[in-house]
């Protein structure tokens, strides 16, 4: 294996090896399941597998000069597929890199390098909405030409839902290469919305969900990396329903030496902000979504997890469960001033909020439903603006 | 490591290399070249991981070893010394110190284990072909290589080594070139191979001089070598559609007219052409061949005569300036002949007096005109 920690989904990685053994493995595969479940950590160390020059008990040795190169994400036979920012205008035949400026070519860099140290790193880059087409024509061009080292060229497409946003472009470039596949070419798509892309590409790859993951494997990572307290990691792994992405980055926040304090100021506009005020909070949270939507989600989610916490000490009083137990301070007078709100109901509307702004529904409008079903719920009242609006775009 | 070397030598070979290394990519390593000191020789490389190149110099050897060096950092450092000799020395962690006459100097390297490995091409199968000639087979064809991604075996040329002669054929599907070669390559290889065309276009650069290079077709890998200098290139795997198929038989009406002067007229008639269609007409008659464009979003409109001998019933045919020019400009005969059947077919061209030894035959296939 390339991974020293990743959380195996043993099924599901049996039911690949059995077939990379048998020489029956499907040309292209579509990983999906929850966010922060390994599919990315799996969809590597099955590529490892097929070009490890010496497997053992079925997977890669992580040894071998091919395990080497994939381990840093450097084989030159590996291609990974991410969302790009387009910061520069593209011509049809042009390189996507070209869409980026140095900075962002360092920094995609630095995330791939992060990736190949970790696998629950999630590579993603600010204003990142869509796959490029240009990828895609890079990828023809390439998955062309014989592989570089003789043995299994494997193509990866992290977050592959963007293939098809804002449009299908992408989708629709990569799906001849689907249907005439390249000799010894395997793709794997990975995704956590399967349901975002296209029938067309859902029928030519071979379905496997990774469910969320299991508790104990999920502590076992957090407690290695991050030498987290065992209840502290039971108390994080929980909250983040198995998410390591999740996880990961209220570590790193907490590192950052203020866990929580991301969603500060959203949660101070939202208790003092008259609804005068609102259209520019309204403005801000929007125009962040557009630039930085990762940086947006991640402070919705801390907010989520505020609430989660506000929930908790609310009818337990104890600081035992929290997250934020180092601000429990601060908690405590949260629920003082709102003696009648429904945390519960105000985390849970942040969640469908975040749903939804996947799903390109009108961000201004979403933001403002949300902020008063929040204001609502502090007041003890339950309103689900946010929730009316997901009819339109069909079921969650 | 360590060796001395003048320092145009290694300047020299800083810049050649920098053809290879990729401007933007996603892996670091890619942006350094590597250095290797080894059985008195030096030898530096770069690769995009699709190209890679090699080149050997002279170097005065005190230690063996290998260290990656960023590319362009070493070229503007090497560019700025004095003429003269200058010392090279791998330190601890990759540190590595230049001395001239002037001063020392010192950047950072990164171990070589990063670096990707060379491919692996076995030299058995091999042809020898002359430096000049290669040159000229690539500068015919290399034009007319597709940039359609849809159509990734048209992103090269079409190599056929053959019993008894060479043919190399590049086509877009609007216009295709074949050049054969009437003699067999030396070495005995035969075979069919698509060659990148970006490789092409860098391997050119190195044939001006040489007098014979050698090509070594591997499983993946093509690897031609030049003097001290080796470039690779992976092959495109992909089937050359039979293009023997689509030269017409019978094309019955023949033009043959001076070439310079059909070209100038070309060149000139296209400026008025639309910008996206390109298009011109040819009207092919007994004096010759008038030529014309309009275009009515400019406004704009031009028409030439040029002199020639026409046989056949008259015609009135669209082509793409740029393509017709193109094609026209690769031939290198005093006069050209061209062959056509219809308005909605493909014309040959090609040059009165070929070349002894060889055929360059050009396809054009016309666009319909619009009224
Ligand atoms: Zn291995």
């Known amino acids: 294996m390339i991974y020293s920690d990743l959380v195996w989904h043993r099924r599901q990685w049996d039911q690949l090896q059995t077939a990379v053994r048998a020489g029956r493995l499907a040309h292209a595969h579509l990983f999906h399941g929850p966010a922060g479940s390994g599919k990315e950590g799996h969809a590597l160390e099955l590529g490892a597998l097929l070009n490890c020059r010496s497997p053992r008990d079925g997977t890669a040795c992580g040894l071998c000069d091919s395990c080497l190169k994939m381990a840093t994400l450097q084989h030159p036979d590996l291609h990974i597929v991410v969302p790009l920012p387009r910061r520069n205008p593209l011509d049809k035949h042009d390189p996507p890199l070209k869409a980026l400026r140095p900075a962002d070519v360092q920094n995609l860099q630095a995330q791939l390098q992060a990736k190949g140290s970790d696998p629950y790193h999630k590579v993603a880059l600010e204003g990142a909405h869509s796959i490029l087409i240009n990828s895609i024509r890079e990828l023809r061009r390439t998955a062309a030409l014989k592989p570089a080292e003789g043995g299994w060229r494997v193509i990866l497409i992290f977050d592959a839902e963007k293939l098809a946003q804002p449009t299908p472009a992408a989708a629709n470039a990569l799906l001849k290469l689907l249907e005439e596949p390249p000799p010894q070419t395997v793709f794997i798509l990975v995704t956590d919305r399967p349901n975002l892309l296209p029938p067309t590409i859902h029928s030519r790859c071979l379905r496997l969900h990774f469910p969320a993951l299991p508790h104990a494997g999920a502590k076992a990572y957090i407690i290695s990396r991050y030498n987290l307290d065992p209840t502290d990691a039971d108390v994080l792994i929980h909250t983040c329903g198995g998410n390591l992405h999740l996880a990961r980055q209220v570590l790193a926040s907490g590192e950052r030496g203020s866990l929580g304090g991301a969603a500060d100021d959203l949660l101070e506009a939202l208790l003092q902000v008259k609804p005068r005020h609102w259209e520019r909070l309204v403005n801000d949270l929007a125009q962040l979504w557009r630039r930085q939507p990762a940086e947006l989600h991640y402070r919705l989610q801390m907010l989520q997890l505020w609430f989660r916490d506000l929930l908790v000490l609310s009818q337990t009083g104890s600081g035992e469960k929290l997250i934020f137990g180092h601000r429990r301070e601060q908690l405590q007078r949260h629920l003082d001033t709102f003696p009648r709100a429904l945390w519960g109901v105000a985390a849970l509307a942040v969640e469908s909020g975040q749903s939804l702004l996947e799903r390109q529904v009108n961000p201004a409008l979403l933001l403002t439903n949300l902020i008063l079903d929040i204001r609502q719920a502090m007041k003890g009242r339950e309103a689900p603006r946010v929730g009316s609006l997901a009819a339109p775009a069909g079921p969650a | ?371």
Do not use: C, W
């Not at chain 2, 060479?166 to 390559?185: G, K, Q």
């Not at chain 2, 290139?233 to 293009?243: A, G, L, M, V």
């Not at chain 2, 009406?253 to 996206?276: D, M, P």
């Not at chain 2, 393509?323 to 077919?345: C, G, N, Q, W």
């Open chain 2, 1 to 371: 490591m360590k060796f001395t070397i003048q320092k145009s030598t290694l300047q020299g070979a800083l810049q050649q290399l920098g053809k290879v290394v990729p401007s933007r990519s996603t892996l670091p390593i890619l942006s350094s070249v590597l250095l290797s000191a080894k059985d008195g020789r030096l030898s530096l490389r770069a690769t995009d991981l699709e190209i890679s190149q090699i080149i050997t110099v002279d170097a005065v050897m005190s230690a063996e070893g290998e260290v990656a060096v960023p590319q362009r950092t070493f070229l503007e450092i090497t560019s700025e010394m004095p003429e003269g000799e200058l010392t090279f020395e791998v330190q601890k962690n990759n540190q590595v110190q230049l001395t001239t006459a002037f001063g020392t100097y010192s950047i950072m390297g990164k171990p070589a284990a990063e670096y990707p490995s060379l491919p692996s091409v076995d030299r058995q199968q091999a042809v020898e072909i002359e430096g000049k000639l290669l040159r000229r087979v690539i500068d015919k064809t290399a034009f007319a290589v597709s940039r359609d991604d849809l159509k990734p075996s048209l992103m090269g040329v079409l190599f056929r080594f053959q019993e008894d002669n060479f043919i190399a054929v590049a086509t877009d599907s609007h216009r295709l070139v074949r050049y054969t070669y009437h003699e067999p390559p030396k070495g005995g290889y035969v075979g069919d191979n698509i060659i990148p065309v970006k490789f092409l276009n860098i391997l050119t650069a190195y044939l001006e001089n040489v007098d014979m290079v050698t090509f070594n077709i591997g499983e993946n890998h093509i690897m031609v070598q030049s003097g001290d200098t080796e470039l690779y290139t992976r092959i495109i795997e992909e089937r050359f559609p039979d293009y023997e198929t689509v030269f017409p038989q019978d094309n019955d009406k023949k033009l043959v007219v001076e070439r310079e002067e059909f070209l100038s007229a070309v060149r000139r008639v296209s400026i008025f052409s639309n910008r996206t269609t390109h298009q011109i007409s040819l009207k092919l008659g007994a004096d010759g061949l008038n030529l014309s464009t309009e275009d009515a979003e400019t406004v704009s409109a031009a028409q030439e005569q040029v002199k020639g001998v026409f046989d056949g019933e008259e015609l009135m045919i669209g082509y793409n300036a740029n393509y017709l020019r193109d094609v026209i400009s690769h031939l290198d005969s005093d006069t050209v002949k061209a062959e056509f059947s219809s308005a909605v077919s493909a014309a040959i061209f090609y040059s009165e007096q070929q070349r002894e030894g060889e055929e360059l035959t050009m396809l054009l296939m016309p666009i319909r005109l619009s009224e």
